[in-house]
């Protein structure tokens, strides 16, 4: 199992659509997890970290299942600024491990 | 302005020709990381370093060396650049690799052409 997989997508959505994807983990000690958002050939920006509990941000909830390791986000009414690709990164456990990022997934949303 | 610069933005290059690519950051982070993106590939970790004079090989480190002597600054070198080292580069930096929840800031990236 790869340390973490994300669906490359592309995700061709309307926009008001609501879209979700996944990203699963293999290290069930992973300690931390974020979703960062990166424009075509720009950098990557945090877009939010991901709690236990879950969290929510406007019009973005990301969730947490550590029994079954995955992370995911849900993104409602979407807009045509919402078009980018989306990181999962996964922060482990001790400081010799390193941070993964995963490949990411592309989300275009139509007009 | 909080930010991690990098420059060159853009480098055509030939092959075995040394090049430097400089990073900095001006929020006093402890840990810096570089990555090159490659399509199909993600984000690859090359070098990383938990603080001064304190580096280590991420995923990708080979062709590549770097330095720490200095909190802000962490260059990049390719002593000897070939074709395979063609990517777009990021600086990162973080105030600590392992604590909860810290945010990776990231450079505006290099993109770097070996002919």
């Known amino acids: 199992r790869k340390e973490v997989e994300q669906d490359p997508g592309p995700f061709n959505v309307p926009e008001g659509a609501t879209v979700a994807f996944n990203c699963t983990y293999s290290n069930s000690a992973s300690q931390s997890f974020f979703w960062y958002r990166q424009d075509c050939r720009k950098e990557p920006k945090l877009l939010m970290s991901?709690?236990?509990s879950g969290n929510e941000d406007g019009r973005f909830t990301a969730q947490l299942n550590r029994a079954s390791q995955y992370i995911s986000l849900l993104i409602r009414d979407s807009k045509l600024s919402d078009s980018a690709t989306y990181l999962c990164?996964?922060?482990?456990?001790?400081?010799?491990?390193?941070?993964?990022f995963g490949k990411g997934t592309r989300l275009h949303i139509l007009p | 302005e909080a930010q991690v610069t990098q420059n060159p933005r853009y480098l055509i290059t030939v092959t075995g020709k040394k090049l430097t690519v400089t990073c900095s950051q001006n929020?006093?982070?402890?840990?810096m990381s570089w990555y090159r993106q490659d399509p199909g590939l993600g984000l690859r970790q090359i070098y990383y370093s938990m603080n001064v004079e304190v580096t280590d090989k991420g995923d990708v480190p080979e062709g590549y060396k770097v330095s720490r002597k200095e909190k802000r600054n962490f260059p990049l070198i390719l002593e000897s650049p070939s074709p395979n080292q063609t990517s777009l580069y990021f600086c990162?930096?973080?105030?600590?690799?392992?604590?909860?929840?810290?945010?990776?800031?990231f450079g505006p990236g290099t993109r770097l052409t070996v002919l």
């Open positions: 990164v996964v922060n482990p456990m001790n400081r010799d491990d390193k941070i993964i």
């Open positions: 990162a930096s973080s105030p600590r690799q392992i604590d909860s929840y810290n945010e990776q800031f």
């Open positions: 991901v709690y236990s």
């Open positions: 929020m006093n982070h402890e840990y």
